[in-house]
């Protein structure tokens, strides 16, 4: 027997509508790519969002094509969300980060019809314009006395654009289930792989990120994703703010410790959400002129493991640290770390070493660890496996591509080694091609890097498996100094013993000018591993 309630699509256009009904004058600030602060609200992001639908239809775009965004985290680059998705159409977000190559293989999978551009990378697809002959047009995210001359195929300044309708339009009607966004992964190996996400999987993810264990948004709340639009689909906030009100604040380019902390202040912001790299910036720009952050409560920190010292700091100033995981696949949040109530009574210590876990599932996202053969291992806070996802915002399927991503379960592979704990929270040892095998024992690489940088003298730190006639692999350290400092290597593996199991240290340690870094920028350990295939241990 069927219930008997209302059949209401769970389509991103209802977000939108909500939001200019209910918190239409709550604001969307912009540090804009010109210069200047700007303000706007959700009812007028609804107003624009609308206009860029129906100009997008004018255009000839009809549902299910591609739109790609090459934009910062601004105003305009939400409304052309809303108004692609509500136009039926898919945003593709192009991460700017990739190598060129990258950027025009990308367009040219995706079969983009139009490019919203904004200024600072103009000069970037001028450059690859050749290559994308699926480009029907380009729209510059700016207005006609900030336009530059171009010789872009059919550009034309987005104000101008959008100005050209008056707005009268009715969002297309759409199945939940059809395809909204679409991003794809930088690729370590091989090509990018594309992620396309629906109109469902992002309402529901959005709705489980916004509860209190995660995001914590309410319409009192005022959130700054530095964390961008083109990696990962954001992290949920381009919907998830407009969802509950939260005032949305957008850094723009200017992502640097001083820009950061300056919107942070002034906008008052209680919420906040980025990568380590970021939150490395603005703690040396807080301790450098010694300033405090009055109003920000919350910072989420992901995309990489957030070192223990970093935690410690930010906890330190008042700020509560919530580690999360995730991947593009998992639209992108898989685990944060709320505490529960069973570890509520932690202090000190005791409570960084859960926040340096990557946290617990939220509601939509089922996990398990398996050894090797698939079978499920117990959630002990030892035992290390591969760990698998399953939810209705996790990837079935990678765009225009027939591998099976899934096991016979449903459950998809992320690549990650992990343990789960008797509370449930998770924490990735490892990714399952840098685990370091020695003796048909398993090396979390991770633990060791976290551990190298906690020494003073180091700035970054990588470990990799090299190859051992005794034990298959050994773990070499890797590490570049910090300016003017010269570690020696006795003294960094004394600084480690002691802190993991002595079979765990290190056999040898390089110290290098630079380590290798992925477009997204992660360690490329691909590239290490290579450039020390044939160093030879001292143990060996
Ligand atoms: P890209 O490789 O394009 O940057 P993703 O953002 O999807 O793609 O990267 C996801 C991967 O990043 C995860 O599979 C995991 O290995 C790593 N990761 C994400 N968050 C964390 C975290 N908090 N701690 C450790 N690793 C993380």
Not at 189 to 206: A, C, D, F, Q
């Amino acid at each position: 027997m069927l219930g008997l309630m209302q059949d209401w699509p769970l389509v991103i256009s209802k977000i939108i509508d909500y939001a200019a009904s209910q918190h239409g004058s709550r604001e969307v600030v912009t540090r804009s790519v010109e210069g200047p602060v700007t303000r706007s609200d959700y009812a007028s992001v609804r107003r624009r969002a609308l206009q860029v639908a129906q100009r997008l239809v004018r255009e000839g775009i009809s549902p299910g094509d591609r739109i790609a965004t090459l934009a910062w985290n601004t105003a305009r680059h939400l409304e052309a969300w809303y108004g692609i998705t509500g136009a039926g159409a898919i945003y593709h977000t192009v991460n700017p980060r990739l190598f060129p190559e990258q950027i025009a293989w990308i367009i040219d999978h995706a079969q983009d019809r139009i490019v919203l551009v904004d200024l600072t990378f103009v000069p970037l697809l001028e450059a690859l314009a050749d290559k994308l002959p699926t480009v029907e047009r380009y729209i510059v995210l700016t207005d006609a006395a900030h336009m530059p001359e171009t010789k872009l195929r059919n550009a034309i300044a987005y104000e101008q654009w959008i100005g050209e309708v008056d707005g009268d339009f009715r969002w297309l009607d759409v199945d939940e289930r059809a395809a909204a966004g679409l991003c794809y992964t930088s690729g370590t190996t091989g090509h990018p792989k594309g992620v396309l996400y629906s109109h469902r999987s992002n309402v529901l993810h959005s709705m489980a990120l916004a509860a209190p264990d995660a995001l914590g948004l309410a319409s009192r709340s005022c959130i700054l994703p530095v964390v961008p639009l083109f990696h990962a689909n954001s992290w949920s906030i381009a919907f998830s703010a407009p969802m509950t009100g939260a005032k949305l604040v957008m850094p723009g380019a200017r992502l640097d410790g001083a820009s950061v902390f300056e919107l942070l202040e002034s906008e008052q912001v209680t919420c906040t959400a980025g990568v380590p790299t970021v939150w490395s910036m603005l703690l040396q720009y807080m301790e450098a002129e010694q300033r405090r952050l009055s109003s920000l409560q919350r910072l989420v920190v992901g995309g990489s493991a957030a070192p223990r010292s970093m935690i410690e700091k930010f906890e330190a100033y008042g700020i509560e640290v919530f580690h999360a995981w995730g991947m593009t696949e998992m639209s992108p949040v898989g685990s944060i770390g709320s505490i529960k109530p069973a570890l509520g009574a932690l202090r000190g210590d005791a409570l960084i070493d859960v926040k340096c876990k990557q946290g617990f599932a939220p509601f939509t996202v089922e996990m398990k660890i398996t050894d090797e053969t698939g079978r499920p291992l117990p959630w002990d806070g030892k035992s290390f496996g591969r760990l698998k996802v399953k939810g209705p915002a996790v990837a079935s399927a990678y765009y225009r591509s027939d591998d099976p991503i899934l096991d016979e379960a449903g459950y998809f592979d992320t690549g990650d080694v992990a343990t789960i704990d008797t509370n449930g929270y998770m924490s990735i040892t490892d990714r399952s091609k840098d685990v370091i095998k020695s003796g048909g024992e398993w090396i979390s690489s991770i633990e060791l890097e976290n551990l190298a940088v906690g020494h003073p003298d180091v700035a970054e730190a990588a470990v990799i498996g090299v190859a051992h006639p005794k034990w298959g692999e050994r773990p070499l350290l890797v590490i570049t100094p910090k300016p003017g400092r010269s570690p020696r290597s006795e003294d960094l593996l004394a600084f480690m013993s002691g802190k993991v199991a002595r079979w765990w240290l290190p056999d040898d340690v390089q110290i290098v000018e630079a380590l290798p870094h992925t477009a997204t920028g992660k360690l490329d350990k691909v590239k290490l591993r290579e450039r020390f295939r044939a160093h030879r241990l001292p143990s060996a």
